[in-house]
T-cell receptor, first 114, second 113 residues
């Protein structure tokens, strides 16, 4: 099993460009989420999904879109990149059936916006 | 609102010394609590979790944590630190009735040879 796979690992964008961060999991997990990690701020939830076709906003959703057409994939779209979106982005998944289920994380995408 | 506090941003210990990383939470009901470790350039790996029952939980890599309801704490401990334990450690709480995790801001551990 590959677990949670994120692509690309690194990306540099110019302000105003758009891009999609990919996330795929092969564990048949219903719940998937996107976080951003910034120094001194821990991980902050951007968007999450509890199953195909169902998404909801997290703590810091502005400037990001998500969709969930399959159980496996949960892409994160930056509509018009801004320097404030320079961060490390992590995708995670977990089984449903209880909040006690631990999350499985990808290795992250390091994004720089110039 | 629920919150997780890790009061120590950086901790430095000598190899072989004991370690305790602090975590305090604010939550009305009994939470589900987790500790994750993040090595440089990597994602987060689960060390251990508390769901219910025995308040002392054992995890991987020789770590343990104790849930103390009266102090709203879930501190992570290790009796003897190895150089490979140098990493960033995150405490997290899962909130009942939602699917969201709340993470602390992390503690970066440095191990001196």
């Amino acid at each position: 099993n590959a677990g949670v796979t994120q692509t690309p690992k690194f990306q540099v964008l110019k302000t105003g460009q758009s891009m999609t961060l990919q996330c795929a999991q092969d564990m048949n997990h219903e719940y998937m989420s996107w976080y951003r990690q910034d120094p001194g701020m821990g991980l902050r939830l951007i968007h999450y999904s509890v199953g195909a076709g169902i998404t909801d906003q997290g703590e810091v959703p502005n400037g990001y879109n998500v969709s969930r057409s399959t159980t496996e994939d949960f892409p994160l779209r930056l509509l018009s990149a801004a320097p404030s979106q320079t961060s490390v982005y992590f995708c995670a998944s977990r089984q449903t059936g209880g909040e006690g289920q631990p999350q499985h994380f990808g290795d992250g995408t390091r994004l720089s916006i110039l | 609102a629920q919150s997780v506090t890790q009061p120590d941003i950086h901790i430095t210990v000598s190899e072989g010394a004991s370690l305790e990383l602090r975590c305090n939470y604010s939550y009305g009901a009994t939470p589900y609590l987790f500790w994750y470790v993040q090595s440089p350039g990597q994602g987060l790996q689960l060390l251990l979790k508390y769901l219910s029952g025995d308040t002392l939980v054992q995890g991987i890599k020789g770590f343990e944590a104790e849930f103390k309801r009266s102090q709203s704490s879930f501190n992570l401990r290790k009796p003897s630190v190895h150089w490979s334990d140098a990493a960033e450690y995150f405490c997290a709480v899962s909130t009942s009735g939602t699917y969201k995790y709340i993470f602390g801001t992390g503690t970066r551990l440095k191990v001196l040879a």
